[in-house]
């Protein structure tokens, strides 16, 4: 069992940056592949970054790569995501997911290949 715990949302003018973080209870959490999600009102939700058990390997959405850095120290079993040059379509609230063990590259942007879910933080661009 995992209970993940984000924070550092907030709001923020259009081209700033945030850092949120997740820091995630028990012992094996250097064992979970983890990821960010974001969900906008009316949308479905959907993937943001994620990052491998030993932080070696990286994913982005396209709509984020080059802005976001996904990070983890597994010593603090905490998980950052870096969000730079924000913009206000980045408005969501933001969900950090937890996978135990790898995860399939061709599925490691889909909700369903995570078993464990923080209560969100929303993040607020304005324009």
């Known amino acids: 069992q995992v209970q993940l715990v984000e924070s550092g949302g907030g709001l923020v003018q259009a081209g700033g940056s945030l850092r949120l973080s997740c820091a995630a209870s028990?012992?094996?959490?250097?064992?979970?592949?983890m990821g960010w999600f974001r969900q906008a009102p009316g949308k479905e939700r959907e993937f943001v970054a994620a990052?491998?058990?030993?932080?070696?390997?990286?994913h982005y959405a396209d709509s984020v790569k080059g802005r976001f850095t996904i990070s983890r120290d597994n010593a603090k079993n905490t998980v950052y995501l870096q969000m730079n040059s924000l913009k206000p379509e980045d408005t969501a609230v933001y969900y950090c997911?937890?996978?135990?063990?790898?995860?399939?590259?061709?599925?490691?942007?889909?909700?369903?290949?995570?078993?464990?879910w923080g209560q969100g933080t929303q993040v607020t661009v304005s324009s």
């Open positions: 997911a937890a996978a135990f063990g790898v995860v399939a590259i061709a599925t490691i942007g889909l909700p369903r290949s995570y078993e464990y």
């Open positions: 028990g012992r094996t959490f250097s064992s979970y592949t």
């Open positions: 990052i491998t058990w030993s932080g070696g390997s990286t």
